[in-house]
């Protein structure tokens, strides 16, 4: 017998605290093994956000700064402007990167930082409850929307990976999701590209990744993992949106 | 050989801070401390060293935060209304005892105040803009050479108790020019103290980090902290004060000071017994040493220019209302020494 | 030595992985962790064909599995 699949050596052997069926613990794994496969772990330096996944020192077997809630774009460019010898990658939610952090990941983007942005977008705030986020669809309830979003007094939702790949300096910006195994072998390979690139000092990349949120959208695991195909990718499209290398 | 030059408060900073072997500044545009981030967008590339005008000043904190988390020499600048944008960050800092060096040029307040020079920001950095219980290590130097020299100093302690350390400066001293004497170069030992964020190559993963959920453990942290600041008053308070009886005890720092001397100086020509307690360490405050001197003396008259800050450290280590009066200048003005001259002269009657 | 090793401590129960298993072989234990939730088991080994789907939808890294060694090749 041969190993088919075990834990990736960039993830540490630990309970997480996510939701039952939360896409974040086939994020985390997905950017473990690409730190396996690029052999990037012992210089890696991950930048945790404030969210569900704060606590990413605890799951990850690399070095991690905690950042304050927004701010890990910017601690990521501080890190690799003094250490570009490291691998520095941001993980954050929608709260964390696009509400707060907005000002911090355009420009992080803007400046063309060699840094790799794992985003993850569940179109809520997970850890304080389920309020709107930047990424709430319209209509969509949420306990600070109870008449669902309206358009008119709450705005739209931010398309991040589109805008990213508006602005000149960033070098790749795509969007996936993790619903089925076919579509979580494609984000894998995407994350891979990104970490990659970053490792060919290619410059910014940016991957958005539509995640499922059970306990806050009221759905059970299997029935949240649909409204991600089903709700979320209607107004979040897949692709990719800019790839300097054109090869993905 | 050491270098002997003219130069403006904010650059001769910048410089200090360059020799002292800063690897990292991240800074946004503010005055009146604009030389330094110019200065160090010329200077650090050309050292082929970090330099990112950051976004704001909340982006630039954060910036010397993840640098300074792997160990390397970092500093921003800022005046009055972007420090207090970096409370946050500052905040962090502590709690998760990064070191790094932060310079505040103040400028007049509250709110976006004017462009000149002021000591308003004394409760901001002494008592923490922030949030929690924490210490930031703050220097008031009053000339430029004392700013010089207490920069580069500033990042061996800050590297010494894992605790930011901040400049206190004003408009005053950041615009002047004065003839000072550089410090050599010199650049951070490499070490590893068992926290920095380098990658976690033949070692167990670290982290920096602020927050301490589990039961006991923030508490714990606390408790540390404490111990850690009390350990850095016992041995990092400086202060200048030549000892005497005098009839007034002017207690000034920084600019305040520097004017304040001027008119000691004029009324000690007129046979008036008169001297000055300067703190130089503002936190952790020279409260026994103050105390000490003002027993000596028959008046004590606080000199600042703010409605009154560095006076409720003054009266907890003197202990006696009676005794102390008070002059402030808020609003963005320095003092004349005719001023303080008087005020004193009231003080002796 | 087993192709599908479940790890029970970790399961959630989210059942994601009994929604992609191609040959319906694995389902809720009806039996509960220490963290209280209703774990995962694999009820029929030998037809697991090693697609890995479960694992690769697994946010808890619950499946640890194994491949045969090819056909004439001995015991791996």
């Not at chain 2, 005046?79 to 502590?94: F, H, R, T, V």
């Not at chain 2, 004394?122 to 009053?142: K, T, W």
């Not at chain 2, 930011?164 to 170069?185: H, K, N, R």
């Amino acid at each position: 017998m041969t190993v088919a699949f075990k834990k990736p050596e960039s993830l540490l052997d630990a309970k997480t605290i996510y939701c039952p069926g939360c896409g974040h613990g086939v994020i985390h794994r997905l950017v473990g093994e690409t730190l396996d496969e690029l052999d990037l772990r012992e210089k890696t330096i991950g930048v945790a956000p404030v969210g569900c996944a704060v606590l990413l020192y605890d799951y990850f077997n690399t070095d991690i700064v905690e950042a304050p809630h927004g701010r890990a774009p910017a601690l990521a460019t501080g890190i690799k402007r003094v250490r570009n010898d490291l691998n520095v990658f941001s993980y954050q939610g929608d709260g964390d990167l696009a509400s707060i952090g907005m000002g911090e990941i355009m420009h992080a983007a803007g400046r063309g930082e060699n840094i790799t942005i794992i985003f993850v977008n569940n179109a809520n705030y997970g850890m304080t409850g389920g309020q709107m986020a930047p990424t709430t669809l319209p209509d969509q309830v949420t306990t600070t929307t109870p008449r669902g979003r309206k358009t008119a007094t709450d705005g739209f939702p931010f398309k991040m990976a589109e805008l990213i790949a508006n602005l000149d300096a960033p070098a790749f910006s795509a969007r996936v999701k993790i619903t089925d195994p076919k579509n979580i072998n494609k984000a894998k390979k995407t994350i891979k590209y990104a970490f990659n690139l970053q490792k060919e000092n290619k410059g910014f990349a940016f991957v958005e990744i539509l995640s499922a949120c059970p306990t806050n959208w009221g759905k059970t695991p299997s029935e949240a993992v649909k409204w991600v195909g089903d709700a979320m990718e209607s107004y979040y499209p897949l692709g990719v949106f800019k790839d300097i290398g054109g090869e993905e | 050989m050491a270098e002997k030059l003219l130069m403006k408060g904010n650059e001769a900073i910048a410089e200090a801070a360059l020799r002292a072997g800063l690897k990292g500044y991240f800074g946004y545009p503010i005055t009146p401390q604009n030389e330094i981030t110019a200065y160090m967008s010329a200077r650090m590339p050309e050292l082929e060293r970090a330099f990112v005008q950051a976004e704001s000043e909340v982006a630039a904190i954060n910036m010397v935060y993840g640098a300074a988390s792997t160990g390397e020499r970092c500093m921003t600048t800022s005046s009055s209304p972007g420090i207090a944008l970096m409370q946050e960050g500052i905040s962090y800092m502590c709690g998760a005892e990064v070191p790094a060096v932060i310079v505040n040029i103040t400028r007049g307040g509250p709110g976006l105040g004017n462009i000149g020079p002021s000591q308003c920001d004394y409760n901001q950095a002494s008592r923490g803009g922030g949030n929690g219980d924490y210490d930031l290590i703050v220097y008031a130097p009053h000339t430029v050479q004392e700013a010089v020299d207490l920069t580069y100093r500033s990042f061996e302690i800050s590297e010494k108790y894992r605790n930011p350390v901040m400049i206190l400066g004003d408009g005053a001293l950041g615009q002047m020019a004065e003839t000072v004497i550089l410090p050599d170069f010199k650049e951070k030992e490499k070490s590893d103290e068992g926290w920095e964020l380098t990658g976690a190559k033949g070692r167990s993963p670290r982290s920096v980090k602020s927050l301490r959920l589990a039961e006991g453990t923030l508490l714990e942290h606390n408790l540390h902290l404490e111990e850690k600041f009390k350990l850095i008053s016992r041995n990092e308070i400086e202060y200048s004060y030549e000892e005497g009886a005098y009839d007034v005890l002017v207690v000034a720092f920084g600019t305040a000071a520097r004017v304040a001397k001027t008119s000691l100086k004029n009324l000690k020509e007129q046979g008036h017994n008169v001297g000055l307690f300067r703190p130089v360490t503002v936190h952790p405050f020279p409260y026994g040493e103050l105390k000490k001197a003002a027993s000596k003396s028959k008046k004590i008259l606080v000199v600042e220019m703010n409605r009154g800050q560095m006076l409720f450290d003054v009266r907890l280590s003197v202990q006696n209302d009676e005794k102390i009066d008070f002059t402030g200048k808020p609003g963005g003005e320095t003092f004349s020494p005719e001023e303080i001259e008087n005020k004193i002269l009231s003080s002796l009657k | 030595m087993k192709k599908v090793n479940i790890n029970a401590d970790k399961c959630k129960g989210c059942g994601l992985c009994i929604d992609v298993c191609p040959k319906n072989i694995l389902q809720f234990s009806n039996r509960f962790n220490e963290s209280g939730y209703n774990y995962v088991e694999c009820i029929d080994d030998e037809s697991c064909i090693v697609c890995k789907s479960c694992a690769i939808v697994c946010p808890d890294l619950v499946f640890t599995l194994n491949k045969p060694a090819k056909q004439g090749a001995g015991n791996g």
